[in-house]
């Protein structure tokens, strides 16, 4: 049988739950934002390597690009962790940009299942709870109505009698 202090707890389980998942959920999508962005570089940088142009576009944000002349082998700057940049052939940086592509994927993955679990965890404790919650109040329901036969065969007591002003009489 459930209580309504057992009640109170699954209902702070379930917001808790709920407040995870909301976390999870944003966490998957800056991390969705991220791959789509380490996609869109692999590709750009694969052009540039396969790109017989001898002028490249390098947007700098806001619709403005500039324009620079190719080398034979441009070197470009990344992340390779904890702040540090380095120079890095395009070859060997789109090699790094899809091993960090295939990490966040599975990191991805990870938050999803655990997303999942959650969530499964959340709707078997609001259905514990609708459950308890209707047990409670038909047993509330049954306490009124005894309570209510019990008024209806118990008789009348004398009513007390009221001047017009609605005061007490010396007879009360």
């Known amino acids: 049988m459930t209580d309504a202090t057992e009640l109170q707890q699954i209902a702070r389980l379930v917001e808790l739950n709920r407040q995870q998942l909301t976390s999870l959920g944003e966490q998957i999508e800056r991390l969705s934002t991220?791959?789509?962005?380490h996609r869109e570089i692999i590709t750009a940088l694969s052009s540039i390597s396969t790109d017989e142009s001898n002028r490249l576009m390098v947007?700098?944000?806001?619709?403005?690009?500039?324009?620079?002349?190719?080398?034979?082998?441009?070197?470009?700057?990344?992340?390779?962790?904890?702040?540090i940049q380095a120079e890095r052939?395009?070859?060997?940086?789109?090699?790094?940009?899809?091993k960090r592509?295939?990490?966040?994927?599975?990191?991805?993955?990870t938050l999803q299942s655990e997303f999942d679990e959650i969530e499964g965890k959340v709707k078997q404790?609001?259905?514990?709870?609708?459950?308890?919650?209707?047990?409670?109040?038909?047993?509330?329901?049954e306490q009124i109505d005894e309570v209510n036969d019990s008024k209806e065969q118990q008789p009348s007591?004398?009513?007390r009698k009221r001047n017009i002003s609605g005061e007490l009489t010396l007879d009360d």
């Not at 991220?34 to 962005?37: C, F, Q, R, T, V």
């Not at 295939?102 to 991805?108: A, D, N, S, T």
């Open 34 to 37: 991220a791959l789509l962005e």
């Open 59 to 83: 947007p700098l944000g806001s619709g403005i690009q500039l324009l620079v002349d190719q080398l034979t082998n441009p070197g470009v700057v990344i992340d390779i962790g904890s702040g």
């Open 89 to 98: 052939p395009v070859s060997e940086a789109i090699e790094l940009l899809e």
């Open 101 to 109: 592509y295939l990490e966040i994927q599975e990191l991805i993955s």
């Open 125 to 141: 404790l609001a259905a514990k709870f609708t459950e308890g919650a209707e047990v409670i109040q038909s047993i509330e329901e």
């Open 157 to 159: 007591s004398k009513k």
